[in-house]
């Protein structure tokens, strides 16, 4: 069952999320970013939502990136923005007032428990501006999160 069909699902990914599969296997797991892009391909598939799966190392392109999903947005064509900021999500005042300034649904996603890791990761610019907030199901996360919105 899906509320809003034909509408677009924004997944964007921050720096080093292309390194996955690779990366600290023990905290993020084995799957690399296209297994990922996969699952999110399958799951809007299954609720007849468009997917737009970007990732970028730069802080700027990510800002651009939410502004495109705004303008979307704008014309009641993005179901929501899933955004994984990677380290930008505890210190970027930027991708903050980027997604505040276009009002996207956004859902902030992280692979791990955030939580239960360093104290520099507890904090949050994003989750200020977050209609939900999901961490720690590992990159089964983005599916959750697809089935969550397709019901937005
Ligand atoms: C992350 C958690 C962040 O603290 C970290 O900087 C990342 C990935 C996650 O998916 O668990 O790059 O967002």
């Known amino acids: 069952m899906t509320s809003n069909p034909g509408k677009t699902v924004f997944v964007l990914n921050g720096p080093n999320l292309n390194l996955l599969g690779t990366r600290e296997p ?16 399958t799951a809007c598939q299954r609720h007849s939502l468009q997917l737009v799966f970007r990732q970028s190392n730069h802080e700027g392109e990510l800002v651009d990136w939410v502004h495109e999903a705004g303008r979307l947005h704008a014309q009641q ?12 999500t505890h210190t970027s005042v930027a991708l903050l007032d980027a997604v505040k300034g276009t009002g996207v649904p956004l859902v902030e996603l992280h692979i791990s ?11 949050s610019y994003l989750s200020a501006a977050a209609r939900a907030v999901l961490c720690g199901f590992g990159v089964q996360g983005y599916q959750l999160a697809i089935d969550a919105v397709a019901q937005w």
């Open 77 to 88: 064509q993005l179901a929501a923005l899933i955004f994984n900021a990677g380290a930008y």
């Open 26 to 41: 023990q905290i993020y797991g084995a799957h690399t970013l296209a297994d990922v892009q996969e699952l999110c391909r």
């Open 113 to 123: 428990n955030v939580h239960a890791r360093e104290a520099f990761r507890h904090h």
